[in-house]
């Protein structure tokens, strides 16, 4: 996989996890300020949950790559079959 595909790989399993993430301990606020939503958590976690995702996008980028490396299966060869 070259430099680009990498690039676009990564941040496409970063958003993937991050949203995924995302509902992960959320509690709504008890006591609601006037012009707040009643639905906005109380303490969302925003920069444990990026990290997290951080870390675990790393990971299965690792497992991808050496997936495309390795050429366990190729959509090149699958395309050439049509």
Do not use: C
């Not at 995302?22 to 012009?35: H, K, M, N, S, Y």
């Amino acid at each position: 996989m070259d430099i680009a595909s990498g690039i676009v790989v990564y941040i496409l399993l970063w958003w993937w996890i991050f949203f995924m993430s995302l509902p992960f301990g959320v509690r709504r606020a008890e006591t609601v300020e006037i012009g707040h939503d009643t639905g906005a958590p109380e303490k969302p976690h925003l920069w444990k949950k990026a990290l997290a995702t951080t870390v675990l996008a790393a990971i299965l980028w690792i497992g991808v790559n050496w997936v495309i490396e390795a050429e366990l299966f190729s959509f090149r060869e699958m395309a050439k079959k049509f």
